[in-house]
């Protein structure tokens, strides 16, 4: 394969410019896409870069991603329809009385959806739009603390999906045992610092202590300076009072049959028959609604598919073009044991951000990096534990990728918008992170 050197890095570069410029997200990803074909097979790029499309949506995380993102689209749909929503926000609206209350209360529970960071993205985002926009409180703001807080405390509990997968990296990399997997997670906990800052800063956020910097403080102003936008919801037929329990039976539904199943998917089409079987007694719904109304909703959720298969496709062209080798292999002569727990967490982070993938390089990261932590008799945990927050941090820079493009789309906004208020707020934690790996990286390295 060739190598491509620094040039790997247009197609990324390309990405960041134009979306900046035209403001749209999966138009700028396409783009990208196109500049690493020409740069891999020149002028007969066209059926190449089909190939990549039919490889991206052929595979089996692509439909499982359409299955998961639609259904989970119509479940929200479903939720507005009932006046599930509505009844959940009233009384949100008695237990929160101004901002801080309702942004830790989104905080919260962000916190108990532990089991997978898209289903806490998607709930927190739907259940309390309405509410942050009842106190001026800008969407940019449910976007990042929606965001934040959900691959932050997935990516801590070991019986979540990415607990799961990170267990997963540690066997296939030998750092332990398939009957120590679990064990060995929990030593990895102390030295998951990004994650933990991160929580920690929601939270100080949410709160007030934290002020809203840069872009954000900006969206405050423009949010308070107008009116109220609360959304109307459904009205139900015959002037049926919204009921909670619409929204909140199925969200612990969906939560449960995730954790026993390990699977959001069973979660979700257990849940869609589960609607079906308490709202159609109570006459919310006719079944030629529910119908209607589940298929709105998978078809709101076509802008959010495009936007991650385009961020699929470009993580495959990124690999051919050889990028995650390159930043990797640019980065390793130069790194000293002590240093590298904290190069792993920036090298791994760049990577997540400019791939748009974050378990994919998470998976490429682990055979390469944990293998030099075990030739320099550096600190194999630490290491470990910075990839792992590495894996994390990226899901909240990068504006393109899954997490924040699902966070985008409940609190409903562009991704530009989460782009330009998001990632000035993350300079803390992420500045915090570097400077206790590398005070880890001589006290324990």
């Known amino acids: 394969m060739e190598n491509y050197g620094v040039l790997s890095l247009l197609p990324v570069v390309v990405v960041i410019v134009l979306v900046f410029f035209t403001r749209r997200t999966a138009v700028s990803l396409l783009a990208g896409t196109l500049v690493g074909a020409v740069m891999l097979y020149g002028a007969g790029f066209p059926k190449p870069w089909l190939d990549v499309v039919y490889g991206v949506m052929g595979s089996d995380l692509w439909i499982w991603l359409v299955l998961v993102c639609g259904l989970f689209g119509s479940l929200v749909a479903l939720f507005e329809a009932s006046g599930g929503i509505q009844g959940f926000t009233a009384i949100a609206g008695r237990i929160c009385k101004g901002e801080k209350q309702t942004l830790l209360a989104s905080w919260l529970l962000g916190i108990v959806i532990f089991v997978d960071d898209w289903l806490s993205i998607l709930s927190v985002g739907t259940a309390m739009r309405r509410a942050t926009d009842r106190f001026h409180i800008p969407r940019e703001m449910l976007a990042f603390l929606s965001n934040v807080t959900a691959s932050s405390v997935c990516v801590i509990v070991p019986t979540s999906t990415w607990g799961v997968f990170m267990i997963s990296q540690l066997v296939a990399t030998d750092v332990c045992t398939t009957e120590a997997g679990m064990s060995?997670?929990?030593?990895?906990?102390?030295?998951?610092?990004?994650?933990?800052?991160?929580?920690?800063?929601?939270?100080?956020?949410?709160?007030?202590?934290?002020?809203?910097?840069?872009?954000?403080?900006?969206?405050?102003?423009?949010?308070?300076?107008?009116?109220?936008?609360?959304?109307?919801?459904?009205?139900?037929?015959?002037?049926?009072?919204?009921?909670?329990?619409?929204?909140?039976?199925?969200?612990?539904?969906?939560?449960?049959?995730?954790?026993?199943?390990?699977?959001?998917?069973?979660?979700?089409?257990?849940?869609?028959?589960?609607?079906?079987?308490?709202?159609?007694?109570?006459?919310?719904?006719?079944?030629?609604?529910?119908?209607?109304?589940?298929?709105?909703?998978?078809?709101?959720?076509?802008?959010?598919?495009?936007?991650?298969?385009?961020?699929?496709?470009?993580r495959d062209i990124n690999s051919l073009l050889g990028m995650p080798e390159f930043v990797i292999g640019a980065a390793k002569a130069a790194i000293s044991p002590q240093l590298l727990p904290a190069a792993a967490f920036l090298i791994v982070t760049v990577l997540a951000v400019a791939a748009g993938n974050f378990w994919g390089i998470c998976a490429i990261a682990f055979p390469v990096i944990i293998p030099i932590a075990q030739a320099m008799d550096a600190n194999v945990l630490l290491t470990a534990g910075a990839i792992i927050s590495a894996t994390a941090a990226g899901s909240h820079i990068c504006f393109f990728g899954s997490e924040a493009t699902l966070a985008c789309s409940a609190a409903q906004i562009e991704n530009v918008r989460y782009a330009q208020a998001a990632i000035p707020m993350l300079i803390i934690p992420v500045g915090v992170s570097i400077l206790l790996y590398l005070a880890a990286g001589f006290l324990v390295g």
């Open 184 to 314: 060995t997670f929990v030593q990895t906990l102390p030295f998951l610092f990004y994650p933990l800052v991160a929580l920690l800063c929601g939270l100080l956020y949410a709160v007030g202590i934290l002020p809203k910097v840069g872009p954000m403080r900006k969206a405050y102003t423009l949010a308070r300076a107008q009116e109220a936008h609360v959304e109307e919801a459904p009205q139900q037929e015959g002037g049926k009072k919204p009921h909670a329990l619409n929204f909140l039976l199925p969200l612990v539904l969906v939560t449960a049959v995730t954790i026993a199943t390990r699977e959001i998917l069973y979660g979700i089409l257990l849940c869609l028959v589960f609607c079906a079987v308490l709202y159609l007694p109570q006459k919310l719904l006719t079944p030629g609604a529910y119908l209607d109304t589940a298929m709105t909703g998978f078809k709101g959720m076509i802008g959010v598919l495009a936007i991650v298969t385009c961020a699929f496709m470009l």
